[in-house]
């Protein structure tokens, strides 16, 4: 299966999932620093840019996901930049 299928096959079944009833309705994984489909769409599409740009080069993908990581579990208060390009 090739990526852009793969990915497809991700995205069309995480969006085709049953609405939750009641309390549970748009709630998904709520609170602080929980998961919400927002934040996997943008992670989705910055490990597939991290992929495509670096492909043939395993280093630098590793380098780019960790960069992914980092960069996404960083704040103001514990800055997490240790990976990311200076440019």
Do not use: F, W
Not at 17 to 36: D, F, I, N, R, V
Not at 43 to 55: C, I
Not at 57 to 68: D, G, T
């Amino acid at each position: 299966m090739c990526r852009a299928h793969a990915k497809k096959v991700r995205n069309t079944s995480s969006s085709t999932k049953s609405p939750k009833q009641g309390s549970e309705a748009g709630k998904g994984l709520s609170g602080l620093g929980h998961l919400t489909d927002k934040k996997i769409d943008t992670l989705q599409n910055y490990y597939g840019m991290a992929k495509r740009q670096n492909a043939g080069n395993l280093q630098a993908m590793v380098l780019a996901v960790k960069s992914v990581l980092d960069h996404v579990a960083s704040s103001d208060t514990d800055p997490k930049h240790q990976h990311c390009d200076p440019h």
